[in-house]
């Protein structure tokens, strides 16, 4: 297929890793062709791309849903190229059973998927590498931005896909990067999150993710930098000890426990136990007395009884996770937690989660109110979407996106700032401030 356009709508589904990704393709896009005309309306474009996920049954629904909708409002002569975890998962056959699409590609790395694209779009005259280039398109906030250090997963959880549709582990070189963060900050971006399916798998020619960290810090900028997805067998004392004696790095941690119950986290294959999560926990607050966790449970892993669930519940009220995303098992049949017996009931597991949520609402409310009277040194994004009367912000606690928000309400202060915020008010998940 040989097509040109004049044109392009985007669309990305999923993680913030695919965001990285996508936003990467289009810089490789525009550092050969020129300046993109990227258009907010699919039914404006000529050229509609979209970056799919596939790693739960509901994300399979949304990403097939996006392309139906698409297709059925594009305009005439406009052509739908589709990429990421879905034609990963479903190979050639996504083909017939979704004619819709005009492309499907099959590359993992978005050098390759920047290379597919020329050749489909059938420009020859840019015959040199795809290299991951310092003019990545921004799609979203120009304060922040998502840097993906690896790819594909040496874990093998047993209800995990992304082994299968993402592969074995594949880690970015130091300098590529590095030179990427480079280009973010000369577009003004302020703070940093670095992902990865597992951020402390990182290993390149002898080097750890302390060692990378080191790398970017050696980078003379004022930015924040967060790390987003940390599996717990892979935290050591000396990442610790650089997060506290690091002032960029911000005193947070991402670290997805899935469970607290020894059995259940033996069926998931996880590879650690209750009181290894005990333990780490323990020297993560020693180490760092004012750090912020986030994590990610699951419910409903078949074979959770009532007792795993208590046990769940209440190592969730003695860690006092700043913030806990919640979500029920979904039963994919290429994973291996499928063959397990013991599934549980999709309404059950529904009440357990509603439980969790409620408790660790608490939780983050109590925390919460502990700002009050602070002054926090606050990132400002801008004027709120909902009101011109408010100014938005986020603390070093606040992951973009997953976490609350900081609402300014009183004094002044532009977008890319960084201002010290006076907390006069709490709510469960959000901050309320003057400058």
Excluded at 155 to 166: G, Q
Aim: a negative charge.
């Amino acid at each position: 297929m040989t097509l040109s356009f004049k044109k392009l709508h985007v669309i990305s589904l999923g993680c913030p890793k695919n965001l990285a990704d996508t936003e990467n393709i289009l810089g490789g896009l525009e550092g050969f062709l020129g300046p993109l005309e990227i258009t907010a309306s699919s039914e404006e474009a000529d050229l509609i791309l979209i970056n799919t996920c596939s790693f739960l049954e509901a994300s399979v629904s949304e990403s097939i849903e996006t392309i139906l909708e698409v297709s059925q409002k594009k305009k005439e002569g406009a052509k739908i190229i589709v990429f990421g975890c879905l034609p990963l998962r479903y190979g050639e056959r996504l083909k017939g059973l979704i004619p819709e699409v005009d492309e499907f590609l099959f590359e993992k790395e978005p050098p390759d998927i920047t290379k597919r694209l020329f050749e489909i779009l059938d420009f020859h005259k840019a015959k040199r590498d795809f290299p991951i280039l310092k003019n990545r398109i921004l799609t979203g906030s120009q304060n922040h931005a998502y840097v993906k250090i690896s790819d594909g997963c040496p874990n093998r959880c047993t209800y995990c896909l992304i082994p299968k549709i993402k592969g074995p582990l594949r880690c970015k070189p130091p300098f590529e990067i590095k030179r990427e963060i480079e280009g973010l900050l000369e577009k003004g971006v302020r703070e940093i999150t670095l992902v990865a399916q597992d951020l402390t798998a990182y290993q390149y020619e002898g080097l750890n993710l302390e060692g990378l960290l080191r790398e970017i810090l050696s980078i003379k900028k004022n930015f924040w930098l967060r790390l987003m997805y940390l599996y717990p067998k892979g935290i050591s004392k000396g990442l610790l000890r650089l997060i506290r004696d690091e002032e960029r790095i911000c005193n947070y941690l991402d670290i997805p426990i899935q469970h607290a119950s020894t059995r259940v986290l033996k069926r998931m294959g996880r590879g650690y136990e209750r009181k290894d999560l005990d333990r780490l926990l323990g020297t993560i607050r020693e180490i760092i007395p004012d750090i912020s966790l986030r994590t990610t449970v699951m419910v409903g892993f078949p074979g959770e009884r009532d007792e795993d669930f208590d046990i769940l519940l209440e190592s969730i009220k003695k860690w006092r996770f700043h913030y806990l995303g919640c979500f029920t098992y979904s039963d994919e049949e290429e994973a291996p937690s499928h063959m397990l017996k013991e599934k549980v009931n999709e309404e059950l597991a529904q009440k357990r989660r509603d439980e969790i949520l409620r408790a660790q609402e608490e939780i983050s409310l109590s925390i919460n109110r502990s700002f009050i009277g602070k002054r926090i040194e606050t990132l400002v994004l801008g004027r709120c979407e909902e009101t011109e009367l408010l100014i938005c912000g986020r603390a070093r606690f606040q992951a973009d996106d997953v976490d609350g928000m900081i609402y300014i309400n009183r004094g002044d202060a532009r977008a890319g700032e960084f201002q010290r915020v006076l907390i006069t008010e709490a709510h469960s998940y959000d901050l309320i401030g003057e400058v």
